[in-house]
């Protein structure tokens, strides 16, 4: 592991040795193994439990994977097409509260759904397998794709796959390919008072 990867207070391994990476090896990922990682994102933490992340999947090789890979950036696809398994992270703006018969706005939805797509991340690196979620791919057309309605946000695609050789990826991403550094604590932590910059 990169020693960009060096936590600075104890944390468990699990955290740093969760990366991102393009180069994927195309082994199609199996359906009970995407289950498995489905199941991590269930139990989640949810506002009113609420529950609002949707993930709509397309495993390699099947029209549900094309449809998916289709509204990519061509920046993404230029690797994503490796991938085992593309899954759109959905989220609904809405819930109906217990002992209510109107749906109100949820305004912790894009925060749930991310906690959900973390432990999504995590599973699949417990089980060998790696994801890289993108924000590179075009919202109207998979809206429209996908048959999502307005009560939803698109917040993000993701890249499952078995990590693969750097010499795949396009040369302009292979000196990309190494698990990225991160801030200190002391850039984004503060006590009692919002002091960060812009």
Sequence with gaps: MSPTRTAEHPIQAQ???RWSPRAFTGE???LATLQ???EAARWAPSA???QPWRFVYGLAGTPAFATLFDTLAPANQAWAHRAGALVAVISATQFTAACKTEPQALGSHAFDAGAAWALLALQAQALGWHTHAMGGFDRDR???ALGVPETHAL???VAIGRLGDAATLPEALR???VPSPRR???EWAAEGRFSFGG
Excluded: K
């Design 15 to 17: 955290f740093t040795e």
């Design 28 to 30: 199609a990922l199996p």
């Design 36 to 38: 498995s990682l489905f």
């Design 48 to 50: 009113f439990n609420a």
């Design 142 to 144: 998979l809206r429209t």
């Design 155 to 157: 917040q993000a695609m």
């Design 175 to 177: 000196a990309r390919e």
């Design 184 to 186: 200190p604590q002391t």
